[in-house]
């Protein structure tokens, strides 16, 4: 688990830009903030499946970095090298299931209808300012547009979908 941790966190740099002064106390770019609140999720999620003492000190502080920046994103919902590409409100609903690879713009609200929550399948890209909602299914490798709300499944792979309600164009 250690390894897979230290992998996913590797990915995370080489998405984020890394640079030697991430490890600064304070933030200096929009990549070091996103790259750390990364951390802060991985490492919470890690404590917390470990039973670490010190998992709520983990936990504590990617809320205060969430509530800082407007993220709204659960422990154990995100896959292994999940992208946010600017920072921005996005907001993820604890029941849904995203992929690993997907990348969200701000502005993305992943929510549950009836307490049913979207599964988002692996390599999603997810554009600005779109919302998945309901007890529906998105395929690997599809491309959601910008402000398209997606209320229905979509099994086929590599689509772009766009509009309000959405459809495969």
């Known amino acids: 688990m250690v390894r897979e941790l230290k992998e996913d966190l590797q990915i995370a740099r080489s998405i984020y830009g ?5 490890v600064l106390p304070f933030h200096l770019t929009e990549g070091q903030i996103l790259y750390r609140h990364y951390l802060y999720l991985r490492t919470a999620e890690y404590a917390y499946h470990r039973h670490n003492p010190l998992r709520k000190l983990y936990l504590l502080r990617l809320t205060r970095l969430q509530v800082k920046y407007g993220l709204s994103i659960p422990m154990d919902v995100v896959g292994k090298g999940f992208h946010i590409q600017h920072l921005g409100s996005v907001i993820i609903n604890g029941q849904a299931r995203i992929g690993e690879y997907c990348k969200v713009h ?23 300012g779109a919302k998945v909602f309901g007890d529906i299914q998105i395929a690997d490798e599809v491309q959601i547009g ?24």
Request: charged letters at 10%.
């Open 18 to 22: 890394y640079r030697w002064y991430y």
């Open 106 to 128: 701000p502005g993305v609200c992943i929510g549950a209808n009836h307490d049913k929550a979207p599964i988002i399948g692996d390599h999603v890209y997810i554009g600005p």
């Open 146 to 169: 910008a402000n398209a709300v997606v209320t229905k499944s979509c099994q086929q792979r590599g689509a772009h979908l766009a509009g309000v309600p959405a459809q495969v164009v």
